[in-house]
């Protein structure tokens, strides 16, 4: 399966500025190590993950083998190669059968028709088991090429200490969220609250997290494309607000200097005391809670909108699979009720199924504050999917970068910026 140039570029340099995760690249099992499948009892499975998401897709494999009969073949690679793993694979005409991928990627393999259409493998009604806007976001044309395996969202984690001098009560009810004024409030009282160089914040809008920027923009009644997703929308009287907003949090000294979008990550400094507070994701809870001090969580600010950015992954097959069959059940073993539950309690992500979005979970690390995630994942709506879920982007969100690094750091009018990342978008949309 060929996959057209451009996108195949364009994915090179996502990949490339995404942070990698840590793994060695090599085919893992419940028995044994090997190549890839030699046979219809067996599926291969490409893959990045972490430490504890990599022991909870062994054992799921592991189950999975034992309910069907089929081994899972796992291959795991740093994140960062993912996306050059599977495409050479789909070139050779050697990709795995089954492969982890982002959202936000997923459009460019299924408009490439890369990938496994569901529709014949799917049991009727399977679609309403999910949240819609995340079902959304493995669909192309009504149809579906993955299965929604988990999602992730970003809050505002506040050091205890801090919040406690700067005299703030966290909200802990969506109904309460901070709105503009009072997250610009709180932000100022946090800054230096417990240490002189101690900043308010730091958001996490760094390098491939560009888009979580676009939860500004939607908060400010804005859109980055138009209704019919075939042009930007981003030069707007709502985008320049957003901007000139954010803007701000770098011009008063609200944030580190050097956490625009090609800077430093900002959960370590949290963990480091450089900032009071930060944007963070739920999937970094247990590295921010293993630095042994207390905090707490509360939502995304609200003004005209509420919004939270998508993130999380989904699960595909690949079209040209030989065991299409295999790698479809596999995929709905994998987004089952009980496997699904199981891979987030294990690993402090967010599920996408209907009937486990109640916040019951036994997450393993701070389910007060995983309960809070559970309901700030209501804001990713259908609309800010289908706008995250294009097929090119990742090259609209390399614009991102490059642009609002220029109204971060060059301090470039807002004005100016939009106009150059509307055309940005423009070249990126085209045919």
Known sequence: ??????????????????????????????????????????????LWAGDAELVAFRAIARDFEAAEGIR?????????????????????GQA???????????????????????????????????????????TRDGAPF???????????????????????????????????EQLDEALVRLAGVTAAQQ????????????????????????????????????????????????????????????TSTKGDYVDELFIAGTTASVFAGDFLLPAIADAGFDFGATFLPRNRDVTAELGGNAVVATADSPRAEQAALFLQYLASQEQMARFCEATTVLPTRT????????????????ELFVAQSEAITEDIVEQTTVPSFNEINAALVEQLER?????????????DLSADIERALAP
Not at 82 to 88: G, H, K, N
Not at 153 to 169: C, E, F, K, P, Y
Not at 407 to 419: I, M, P, S, T, Y
């Open 1 to 46: 399966m060929a996959l057209d140039r451009r996108r195949f570029l364009a994915l090179l340099g996502a990949a490339a500025g995404s942070a990698a995760l840590g793994g060695c690249a090599g085919f893992s099992g419940g028995r044994d190590d090997g190549g890839g499948a030699a046979s219809d009892d067996e599926i291969t499975f490409t």
């Open 407 to 419: 109204a971060f750091v060059g301090r470039v009018d807002a004005e100016a910026v939009l106009a």
């Open 146 to 180: 993955g299965v929604p395996h988990h999602t992730d969202t970003s809050m505002i984690l506040v050091r205890a200490d801090a919040a406690q001098q700067a005299g703030l009560t966290l909200p802990t009810s969506y109904d309460e969220a901070w709105s503009w």
């Open 199 to 258: 900043y308010a914040t730091g958001v996490n809008w760094q390098q491939f997290g560009a888009y979580r920027w676009l939860n500004f923009l939607g908060q400010a009644g804005g859109r980055l494309l138009t209704d019919d997703l075939s042009a930007p929308a981003v030069d707007s009287p709502e985008g320049r607000e957003a901007l000139r907003f954010t803007q701000s949090f770098f011009e008063r000294g609200l944030v580190p200097p050097t």
């Open 355 to 370: 009937d486990l979005a109640g916040g019951d979970l036994e997450y393993q690390v701070r389910p007060d504050l995983m």
């Open 96 to 138: 795995p059968d089954v492969f982890r991928v982002t959202y936000t990627d997923l459009g460019v393999y299924s408009s490439q028709d890369a990938l496994l259409d569901l529709s014949d493998h799917l049991p009727g009604g399977y679609a309403d088991q999910f949240r819609p806007g995340l079902w959304s976001a493995v």
């Open 72 to 92: 899972v073949k796992l291959q795991q690679v740093p994140f960062d190669q993912l996306l050059t793993t599977v495409d050479a694979g789909l070139q050779a």
